[in-house]
């Protein structure tokens, strides 16, 4: 944990090094951070709009190729998404079951909201920390059509990766950001959280 806060205290630092210790090597080690962020449920805490948007301002010196990595990372972002939609579909059904606060009720009541909302849920998902790395294992839980939502999957996935990493290309050029990366990535990450702690005060002001 005090690792994880380390490198997001000091992103840039952390990607520049990265980079120039496995200069190629690179691009496979942002593919898989980005590919277990959303493809392992467990890995929830990795960082994914803070290292996407650090990503692009390093790219923006040509350090790294900006469009190798919209194309590598949306790849892990759509096979991620996939994976735990299937890890979702195979295991989420009996783990889910098992504990006493869900029931057969709870899961149907998944596969409905998932048959009416799964595609708009799985776009959405992709711009909240956390529940972008929840949504496609529900989603494999309540038996959502694969070809549905891979085709979301898809649309959420480039949107995601692009919104973040070329926010940071454009944006990166700004002397303002270059020189304060670590402070606006602490703004990405409290400004993403702000859509989950509002559905979470929604929820229980409704109880």
């Known amino acids: 944990m005090i690792n994880l806060l380390q490198f997001f205290l000091n992103i840039d630092n952390s990607i520049i090094s990265i980079i120039g210790n496995y200069g190629i090597f690179a691009y ?6 980005i590919f277990l962020e959303t493809g392992i449920v467990v890995t929830p805490f990795l960082p994914g709009d803070s290292l996407l948007f650090a990503v692009g301002t390093i790219a923006a010196s040509g350090i790294i190729n900006v469009w190798v990595l919209f194309v590598l990372l949306s790849i892990a972002a759509i096979l991620g998404d996939t994976v735990n939609y299937f890890l979702g579909n195979y295991f989420g059904e009996r783990v889910f ?3 006493r606060f869900f029931n057969q009720k709870h899961l149907d009541r998944t596969k409905t909201f998932y048959e009416k909302y799964g595609g708009k849920t799985i776009i959405l998902a992709r711009f909240i920390p956390v ?3 929840f949504a496609p294992f529900v989603a494999g839980i309540g038996k959502m059509n694969y070809p549905k939502f891979l085709f979301f999957n898809i649309i959420g996935g480039i949107l995601w990766v692009g919104l973040f990493l070329f926010s940071g290309y454009f944006l990166g050029t ?6 304060n990366l670590t402070f606006v990535v602490l703004i990405i990450i409290i400004a993403s959280l702000i859509p989950a702690v509002i559905e979470i005060i929604r929820h ?3 109880k």
């Open 28 to 33: 496979f080690i942002l593919f898989l951070v």
């Open 97 to 99: 079951l098992k504990f």
């Open 131 to 133: 529940i972008r790395t």
């Open 174 to 179: 700004i002397p303002f950001v270059k020189e």
């Open 204 to 206: 229980k002001m409704n």
